[in-house]
């Protein structure tokens, strides 16, 4: 690999890494709006199955709770697994261009809905149908996008859950995701023997930035480094769906 894909490559991860570390969240999302600059989605995609697989493990294994939250979510993670595969059989090979503004709406939406704190409220009533849905969608976007924040996190946010099965929620979903997203992308022969080893390499300085992130947590104002990450996020978003048109 050339030098300096490498330092793009890792450069990602780290920033990506540091920003999970802080606020429990954002390394796909931050990991792809900032390898989208240099190179295809689906490229970025294959990048980050290794780091986002192995972080979010470790956050849902943190958890206190991890077989209620199965029992509570199995419908919304079988409908984004489900929502990923097909959505990649659906989409055409050569959206290369669709899937970047595809990619740059779906930051600019996550980053809004973090600027205003939009706070859906899930009533327990709906919830089995609800979760169905907002899997189905956040499947879909994945694949189109290799982000899959969309509509997840708001809906696991509007659960009412207590923090730390929050954060073992968005764990169990965004690991749920990342195993489809390798699913789809191998079977369409995008995540082969080389893709899977850059992505093993990417996974060290995503640690590091992790590790990073969270030595610094309690030293900082979270919603002031929040407010700068979705702000940061947003314009990354906008400078993907306008790239077509600024090229």
Known sequence: METSYLLAVGASFLVAGFVKGVVGLGLPTVAMGTLSLVMPPVQAAALLIVPSMVTNI???AAGPGLRALLRRLWPMLTAVMAGTVAGGALLPADSGT????????????????????????????????????AGAVTGLVTAATGVFVIPAVPYLQG????????????????????????????????????????????????????LAGQWLRGRIAQHVFRRCFFVGLFALGLHAALKPWLA
Do not use: K
């Not at 980053?111 to 939009?118: I, Q």
């Not at 099965?165 to 369409?188: D, K, P």
């Open 58 to 60: 470790w956050q849902l």
């Open 98 to 133: 669709l899937a970047v503004v595809a990619l740059g709406v779906a930051l600019m939406l996550y980053a809004l809905a973090g600027l205003f704190s939009l706070q859906l409220r899930v009533p327990a009533r709906h919830e089995a149908w609800l979760g169905l849905m």
């Open 159 to 210: 659960l009412g859950l207590a923090r730390d099965a929050l954060v073992q929620a968005l764990g169990l979903a965004f690991t749920a995701s990342t195993v489809a997203l390798a699913a789809s992308l191998a079977l369409h022969g995008d995540f082969s023997l080389g893709a899977a080893g850059a992505s093993a390499y990417a996974l060290l300085p995503a640690l590091a930035g992790m």
